[in-house]
């Protein structure tokens, strides 16, 4: 039985493709941008994460956990991520729900059965479906390959989120029953793209080339974060002038945002220390790509 890890289902969302869609989130990434905001995306296994504001100091999560891996250290509730092993038996017991588990199995059936609840929505937004996203879905090729397929059998709309750092193999072997890639291009620059995501970006590109070559439904993301080195003209016009070259349907700025330093927190992590873009940032950067003829978003 193929089995996948998933650490989200989030459901009517209205950024992560055309209409109403329902985002399965996976687990596992292979790259490390600096600007993550699933930080519990990227290993491929079962995390354990403590929303204190939640907390009600109950206490039953210190009497349950086998591991005494709830410690109170100068007054404040901390998880010892060094012996916690993620069994979730405190999360079980939390009545407040501020200890949420990332990062669990399920199955075809499990996930079909999930989409399925909301199909009657897809059909209502006429252009809403799943997309699939993480994480890096990509890496998930078997899992992934086959609930694309019963997807395509309900007729139900799929996108896959990637970041394009896969065998091109996994792309063909998907590109059958996907409707649309949102492809993701963290930066132009190979060494810059190293620094910032730990993984060269030239599998990345050669890819793109290959699936627009192949005439597939492309949307390119690209991610604005206040630095100087990726708010940077240059680099932004470096990235224009590579699509303007192949065949993608559009592209879409995405401003960098502080909603996922709380995860950072929940995971015992320090948030990264990047800033959100103004609005005249974003202006100048989108003049760059209308300017080459590409139809931005």
């Not at 591991?67 to 092993?85: P, V």
């Not at 220390?273 to 080459?292: H, R, V």
Request: aromatic share 10%; charged share 25%.
């Amino acid at each position: 039985m193929i089995k996948g890890r998933i650490f989200n289902v989030q459901r009517f969302s209205i950024h992560d493709g055309p209409g109403v869609r329902t985002v399965v989130f996976f687990s596992g990434c292979n790259l490390m941008c600096k600007w993550c905001h699933n930080p519990e995306a990227i290993p491929n296994k079962p995390l354990l994460q403590f929303y204190g504001e939640r907390c009600i100091s109950c206490g039953k999560c210190f009497d349950i956990c086998p591991n005494n891996a709830h410690i109170k250290k100068g007054g404040e509730h901390i998880i010892d991520r060094d012996i916690c092993d993620a069994c979730f038996l405190c999360g079980e017991s939390c009545y407040a729900e501020s200890l949420v588990f990332a990062g669990k199995e399920i199955s075809i059936e499990a996930l079909e059965k999930a989409i399925a609840t909301d199909e009657e929505y897809f059909k209502r937004s006429e252009s809403g479906g799943v997309t699939f996203s993480g994480g890096e879905p990509m890496l998930q090729i078997d899992f992934l390959e086959r609930i694309l397929k019963i997807c395509g059998e309900r007729k139900i709309h799929t996108a896959v989120d990637t970041a394009g750092a896969a065998p091109f193999e996994y792309f063909g072997r998907i590109m059958p029953y996907c409707d649309l890639f949102l492809y993701d291009i963290k930066a132009y620059d190979g060494e810059l793209h190293r620094q910032l995501t730990g993984l060269s970006n030239e599998l990345i590109l050669a890819n793109l080339k290959k699936l627009a070559d192949l005439q597939a439904k492309i949307w390119v993301r690209i991610p604005v974060i206040k630095s100087d080195e990726l708010t940077n003209i240059n680099e932004m016009e470096d990235i224009a002038l590579f699509l303007k070259d192949i065949n993608i349907d559009k592209c879409e700025l995405l401003p960098y945002h502080k909603l996922g330093d709380s995860k950072y927190k929940a995971l015992g992590l320090s948030p990264s220390a990047f800033e959100t873009p103004s609005e005249k940032e974003i202006d100048e950067i989108k003049g760059i790509f209308l300017k080459n003829k590409i139809n931005m978003v």
